[in-house]
C-alpha cells in the first residue's frame, strides 16, 4: 500500500458531524440506492438535503442558473447527467504563490465550468470544485496546489505497482492535495479529502522536482498517493522538464479525466498505473462518485498513444471480490490493450468509512487470478498478499520463471536483456 502523508494542518470542523467545516455540500448517491454493506458509510453524513440544496441555489443564483437538467436531477431524481457542486464559497480569499491559471475551463453564462474531467463542476466566484483543487476568482478557473507537495518519498518502483518498467529501480514519489474521487475505501483520505492548504507545505517547482530526483539517483519520478490529474498543471509541466532532463514520469491514478487534457498529457508521460475501481458502474457511483466509462476511455487512449500500462484492480470483500468480474474485466483488457498487459489484483485492508469491512480472503485472490489468466492474460499478479506466489513473472512464450518477487523486492531475476533466456522472447515492458 502507499504511504501517506499524515501531517495537516487543523481546520475547523463542524460540531455535528466532526468532518471539516468546508465539507458541506458534494456529490453522492441517494442512500436508497446503496448496497446495504454501503448504508451508514456515506461520503459525506452531514451532506444537506436534497431540498436544501434547491431553495440555496435558487436564493444564490436564481433558479433560470440551475437549469432545467440541474431541477430535473435534483427534485424529479433524473440521471442523466450529473451535477457536480463543488464547494460553495469555499475558494482562498486571496490566491497565493502556489496557485496559477487553470488549462480546461470555459465560460458558461456567468459562470465557469472545469472540462478536466467528467464531474465538469461548474462554478461561482469563490467556488472550489469537487477535487478542492481548482477554483474560481476574479472571474478566472485556477488550480490552487502547482508545487505544494504534501509527500515526498523514494520507493520501489514495484510499490506503484509497476512490475514490467525499468524493475528494481527507485522512483522518486510526490503528492499533491486533492482527488476528483469519493473512494469510500481510500488508504490515502487524509491528504486525497484535503485542500491543498490544509496539508504540509513542501515548495517543489517542476525544475526542483527533476533536480531531486537526479540527485537522488532516481530515474523516474510518479505522482501518485492522491489523484494526480487534479494538479494536471503541474504534472504537465514537471514531466516536461523531466522529459528534457532524461527523467522518466509515472502517473498512479484512477483515470477519470476528460480525453483532451489526457492526450496532451501523454506527450510527455512514460508509464501509468491505473487502479481500476471495479467492472461495474453502480460500484463507481455508489463507493467512489464517479463513472466507470470515462476510466475505461482513458485506458483505451493510453493505448492508443503509446504509454506503457500497467492495470491494478482492489477487490473489497462483498462489493468487488466476485472472481467472475475480475475475469470479465481481464477479458476486456486482454481484447482493447493486450493479452501482456500487466493486471495487479490487489488485496482490500479496511481504510476509511469501510473499516468494518475484512480484508480480502486470500483464495478469493486466487480464484480472481486463476479467472484473469483465463480470461487471456499472461501477467496477472496478486498484490498486498504477503505468502503468496503472486509477485512471479512468467515468460509469456515458454512459462520459465523470470522474475521472483517478496513484497516489492526482486529476490530472482533471470531476464537477459528483456528477454527469456530458454526461448529468447521479449517480456512486454520498459527494461531499460
Known amino acids: 500500500m502507499h504511504r501517506a502523508c499524515a501531517d495537516r494542518a487543523a481546520s475547523p470542523r463542524d460540531s455535528r458531524t466532526g468532518l471539516p467545516a468546508t465539507l458541506r455540500a458534494g456529490v453522492a448517491p441517494p442512500l436508497h440506492t446503496l448496497s446495504p454493506a454501503l448504508r451508514g458509510a456515506m461520503i459525506f453524513p452531514g451532506m444537506i438535503s436534497r431540498r436544501l440544496v434547491v431553495k440555496r441555489l435558487a436564493s444564490g443564483l436564481g433558479m433560470g442558473w440551475l437549469g432545467y437538467e440541474g431541477v430535473g436531477e435534483f427534485v424529479l431524481g433524473r440521471k442523466e447527467r450529473e451535477l457536480a457542486m463543488g464547494f460553495h464559497n469555499d475558494a482562498p480569499s486571496q490566491p497565493d504563490a502556489f496557485s496559477r491559471p487553470a488549462a480546461y475551463g470555459e465560460p458558461a453564462g456567468r459562470l465557469v465550468r472545469c472540462t478536466l474531467c467528467p464531474h465538469a463542476c461548474t462554478l461561482g466566484e469563490g467556488d472550489r470544485g469537487l477535487c478542492r483543487v481548482r477554483a474560481v476568482k476574479g472571474g478566472r478557473l485556477l488550480t490552487l496546489g502547482y508545487g505544494n507537495l504534501c509527500s515526498m518519498a523514494m520507493d520501489p518502483i514495484e510499490k506503484k505497482p509497476l512490475y514490467h518498467f525499468l524493475p528494481r529501480t527507485p522512483i522518486l514519489s510526490v503528492a499533491m492535495g486533492g482527488c476528483n474521487l469519493r473512494c469510500l475505501n481510500c488508504q490515502n483520505w487524509e491528504i486525497s479529502q484535503a485542500r491543498p492548504e490544509d496539508v504540509k507545505r513542501l515548495e517543489a517547482l517542476p525544475e526542483r522536482l527533476v533536480q531531486v530526483a537526479l540527485q537522488r539517483g532516481a530515474p523516474s519520478i510518479a505522482f501518485t498517493y492522491t489523484e494526480p490529474l487534479v494538479t494536471f498543471e503541474y504534472v504537465r509541466d514537471a514531466s516536461q522538464e523531466a522529459r528534457r532532463k532524461g527523467v522518466r514520469t509515472v502517473l498512479v491514478t484512477a483515470g477519470f479525466v476528460q480525453e483532451k487534457p489526457l492526450r496532451e498529457l501523454c506527450r510527455s508521460i512514460d508509464a501509468v498505473t491505473l487502479d481500476v475501481k471495479a467492472f461495474r458502474d453502480s460500484f463507481y457511483r455508489e463507493v ?31 462489493l468487488s471480490d466476485e472472481p467472475s468480474e475480475v475475469g470479465a474485466f481481464a477479458a476486456w483488457v486482454a481484447e482493447k490493450l493486450g493479452p501482456e498487459t500487466p493486471l495487479h489484483i490487489l488485496r482490500f485492508h479496511p481504510a476509511h468509512r469501510l473499516t468494518h469491512l475484512p480484508p480480502t480472503p486470500l483464495h478469493a485472490l486466487q480464484g480472481a487470478r486463476q479467472a484473469a489468466t ?59
Open 288 to 318: 467512489s462518485s464517479a463513472r466507470l466509462a470515462p476510466v475505461l476511455r482513458t485506458l483505451e487512449v493510453l493505448r492508443e498513444e503509446g504509454v506503457w500500462i500497467e492495470v491494478s484492480f482492489l477487490m473489497v470483500p462483498t
Open 374 to 432: 483465463g480470461a487471456g492474460l499472461r501477467h496477472v499478479y496478486v498484490g498486498n498478499a504477503p505468502g503468496s506466489d503472486g509477485g512471479r513473472t512468467r515468460c509469456a512464450g515458454c512459462g520459465r520463471a523470470l522474475v521472483e518477487r517478496e513484497g516489492f523486492r526482486v529476490v530472482a531475476d533471470e531476464l537477459r536483456d528483456g528477454a527469456c533466456p530458454a526461448c529468447g522472447r521479449k517480456l512486454s515492458g520498459v527494461f531499460s
